[in-house]
């Protein structure tokens, strides 16, 4: 679990932000192991629609693009320059 100010961990049992996230990023399976990032301006103003993600990747490999399968470094580095393009 990733603990600071820019970071969220979020836990929900029904499964409806994986749902809602499987609409989002128009997938044809349920997705339940992912990582997202949000630009500032993203607007979580819609229970029933996601905000688009600016960058995500998963780690459910075989079922979504493997492209997109977790890489800690390649994530990171989009935290990192969206990071610096923010105002201090």
């Known amino acids: 679990m990733i603990k600071n100010a820019y970071a969220r961990n979020y836990w929900e049992e029904t499964g409806a932000i994986g749902k809602r996230m499987q609409e989002t ?6 997705i339940w ?3 997202t990032i ?3 301006d993203a607007r979580w103003s819609d229970a029933q629609h996601l905000p688009a993600p600016s ?3 998963h780690q459910l ?7 997109r399968l977790l890489n800690p470094t390649d994530f990171a580095a989009h935290v990192d320059a969206l990071l610096a393009r923010l105002p201090h």
């Open 25 to 30: 990023l128009k997938a044809d399976v349920y």
């Open 33 to 35: 192991d992912f990582w």
């Open 55 to 57: 960058f995500w990747q």
């Open 61 to 67: 490999r075989g079922r979504l693009p493997a492209d």
């Open 38 to 40: 949000y630009e500032p």
